[in-house]
Structure formats: C-alpha cells, structure tokens
C-alpha cells in the first residue's frame, strides 16, 4: 500500500489533463489500491473505490470506503477518504461527509449546516487517537476541493516519502473502528434523517412537533398484522449483567426529537422492533417456565399488549415468588442499537409498576436486529431501577439487577 500511494504522489502531475484509463497512475487510483484497502479491512459491508476524475483529469483525486448501509456515493453519507493534494506532496485521511444533501437542503447555508453536524459527530467521537480535527488543506482553488476541505470531520496527514507501510495500515483501521462506532448508532437507512435529526437540535433547524402517539395509532390501524410481525427468528437471547453495554453517546440519533423526519417510517420501525422483542420474550417465558418445572402454566402465559395498549405491560407470564407459582407482569423494552440506549417509558408503566411492584419485571432487549440479542431482567417498580428523565421519562439502568 505504502508504495502505491508514492507512485500516485510521484507521477500523477505528469499525467495528461485528459483521463486516459489506460495509464499506469489511473490503474493504481481505481484498481490497485482500492483492491489492497479492501483485502486489508476484510469487510463485506465496506465499499471501496477510487476516482481520477472524468473527462479532465481532477485536481483532488480520491480513494472513499463507504458502509453501503449509510452511504451508496460520495456525494451523500458519512465515509472515509483518502484525499491528495492539488501539488502531490502530500495526502490526507478523513472522515468526511458528501455536500450535495447539505446543497440542495440548505442552499447558502450548506456548508454551515455540514459543519453543525460535523462537529456534533467530533464531540462524540470517544478518541480521536492520532487524527486532528483542524482544517485540511488541499492547495486547491477548485469548488469541489473547498467542499472537500468544508465537509471534513477528522483527518490525518501524511506528507511525501514520510509515511510506512504499519503506520498507513494501523491508521485505517483506527479510523475504520471510529467509523464503525458510529454507524452503530444509526436507526435510520437515510443519512439525510440522520441529517435533519442533529440539525433539529439546533434553532435554525427546528420545527413543530409532530405527534407520535397519532403516528403509532394510525399505523397499528392500517398495517396487515403478517406484513408487521415477523418470520424470520433465528436469533437467540443473550442474558447480560445491566451496566455492561450502557452508554450515554449519541444521543440525538437514538432518542430523536422528530420533528422533520418521516415520521411514519419511524414509528413503523419502531413498532416492528416492539413487536419483535415481545414476540422473542414469549418464546423466552415458555422455555424458562418448562425449565423451571412450570411447564403446566407455559400455555397460560399471555401477551396483552396484542389486544390492548392500556394494561401498563405487555405479557402476563408466572414466577416463583416465595416458593409459590405466581402471576407475573412484564414489560418489554427493545431497540435495534447494539448498545443499551435510553429507552422511552409511559406514564401509565411507570403507574403500574408501582402498584404491582412486587410481581412487575422489565425486559430490557438490545441489539435486537443481529442474531445475538442482548437482555437482561430486572423486578420491581421501573423508577426504583432506572434513572426516569421527568420530562421524556427516558429511562437509564441505575443499579443492581433484582432476581
């Protein structure tokens, strides 16, 4: 890789200003290196390509790996990129984000807006390690390099015949690794809802609320019941002790505020994520009742939240509480981060906690799109395990888990 890279350093000022695909430096940008990064990261997810420019040649050429699951070009999304300098003395690695969303959604204001969501996903960045935050410089007086430089989060530079082979390879995966915490984060498939979701914390930005309840009633109303629940579970539940994957980051994107993101889709996925955890605790309940030598009371677990949002929980399963077969209540919490986000709780779950305290659980299921998913169980009153927000009731773990 090292020695790619100086070739292109070395000899691409010498190249035609018209592209010829049939250069040795146009098979290095578009072929050869992009071919080596994709043997080093080793990830299906992961999509690399090279551009010399078309036509005339470019001033800034460039090497991007998206994750495809958030970005398809380089004109949209969030990705990684090597870009070189106008004069070849040097190239840089960033994190960077696509201008032509931010142009079309902002008009004067894009690189404005770019910068406001730059610098939220700089502040979340748990480490920056070796890369640097301060500006890029490209040598450049062309419109797309400005962008280029405009749009880039972090970056690192390596100047001409000063940079090896490990430092190159380390430093990619560094990054890969900050680019992947990142996506993990991501509920939406639209980096321009993931956009629009940081910019609404901003004034500017802001618009009326939409209602959600509303959003989630209409779509339980129309929804065919086979085109939301789903088939596919070939997944498995892996009990874990609270606190272990907990995390505060991110927190505009895994708690939006909804305000101009389609708010259907939203509440869709939310709702499949929903019924998908319920359904994968019903299955749990039956084996653990069988387990436990409950088997006679496996058949009389039920899910009530399927006929009736107004109970305060979502399955009626049994326990032994003091030696005996009791009736138990359980609500289940589900996202699809792999991390265990803050979760929204009702007024009327945190009522019937109370009052059923000693019989009530939590479920609380994450990462629940993978084929491991994550759980763990708490009893008692929701505010006596968890950290309530009193205005969104957006509940963290606080303690121990209770069996």
């Given at each position: 890789?090292?020695?790619?890279?100086?070739?292109?350093?070395?000899?691409?000022?010498?190249?035609?200003?018209?592209?010829?695909?049939?250069?040795?430096?146009?098979?290095?940008?578009?072929?050869?290196?992009?071919?080596?990064?994709?043997?080093?990261?080793?990830?299906?997810?992961?999509?690399?390509?090279?551009?010399?420019?078309?036509?005339?040649?470019?001033?800034?050429?460039?090497?991007?790996?998206?994750?495809?699951?958030?970005?398809?070009?380089?004109?949209?999304?969030?990705?990684?990129?090597?870009?070189?300098?106008?004069?070849?003395?040097?190239?840089?690695?960033?994190?960077?984000?696509?201008?032509?969303?931010?142009?079309?959604?902002?008009?004067?204001?894009?690189?404005?807006?770019?910068?406001?969501?730059?610098?939220?996903?700089?502040?979340?960045?748990?480490?920056?390690?070796?890369?640097?935050?301060?500006?890029?410089?490209?040598?450049?007086?062309?419109?797309?390099?400005?962008?280029?430089?405009?749009?880039?989060?972090?970056?690192?530079?390596?100047?001409?015949?000063?940079?090896s082979e490990d430092e190159l390879i380390h430093d990619l995966e560094t990054l890969t690794n900050i680019y992947d915490e990142i996506v993990s984060y991501f509920s939406y498939s639209n980096y321009e809802d993931i956009v629009k979701e940081v910019l609404a914390y901003e004034d500017s930005y802001n618009n009326p609320k939409f209602n959600v309840d509303k959003a989630s009633k209409l779509i339980k109303d129309v929804l065919d019941e086979n085109g939301v629940f789903p088939n596919d579970f070939n997944r498995k539940l892996i009990q874990v002790v609270p606190k272990i994957d907990r995390t505060y980051k991110f927190r505009r994107l895994t708690n939006p505020l909804l305000n101009k993101i389609d708010y259907l889709k939203k509440c869709k996925e939310d709702l499949r994520v929903g019924l998908l955890g319920e359904k994968l605790i019903l299955s749990y309940e039956k084996e653990r009742l069988i387990k436990s030598n409950l088997a006679n009371y496996a058949d009389k677990i039920e899910w009530v939240s399927s006929r009736s949002d107004s109970f305060g929980f979502d399955i009626k399963s049994f326990d032994l509480i003091d030696s005996k077969p009791t009736p138990i209540q359980i609500e289940v919490k589900s996202t699809s981060c792999k991390y265990d986000i803050e979760f929204p709780v009702s007024k009327s779950e945190v009522n019937k906690s109370k009052e059923l305290s000693k019989t009530y659980f939590v479920y609380r299921l994450y990462n629940i799109n993978s084929t491991d998913v994550k759980f763990y169980r708490v009893k008692g009153a929701i505010e006596d395990n968890f950290e309530l927000d009193p205005i969104t009731y957006l509940a963290r773990y606080r303690g121990l888990i209770n069996k």
């Open positions: 890789m090292q020695k790619l890279f100086q070739d292109i350093l070395d000899n691409y000022l010498l190249l035609p200003k018209l592209v010829s695909n049939s250069s040795d430096v146009y098979d290095k940008l578009t072929r050869l290196l992009p071919n080596e990064i994709s043997k080093i990261l080793n990830r299906n997810d992961l999509i690399v390509k090279g551009s010399i420019g078309q036509g005339v040649k470019s001033f800034n050429p460039w090497i991007s790996i998206l994750n495809k699951n958030i970005a398809i070009s380089t004109q949209d999304g969030l990705y990684i990129c090597y870009l070189f300098r106008k004069d070849m003395r040097g190239f840089y690695l960033v994190l960077m984000q696509g201008i032509t969303y931010f142009t079309s959604a902002y008009k004067s204001n894009k690189y404005k807006a770019a910068k406001l969501v730059g610098d939220y996903f700089l502040k979340e960045i748990a480490d920056l390690h070796q890369f640097s935050n301060k500006p890029i410089d490209l040598n450049t007086d062309s419109n797309r390099g400005k962008g280029y430089e405009k749009t880039t989060i972090i970056s690192k530079y390596y100047p001409s015949n000063k940079f």
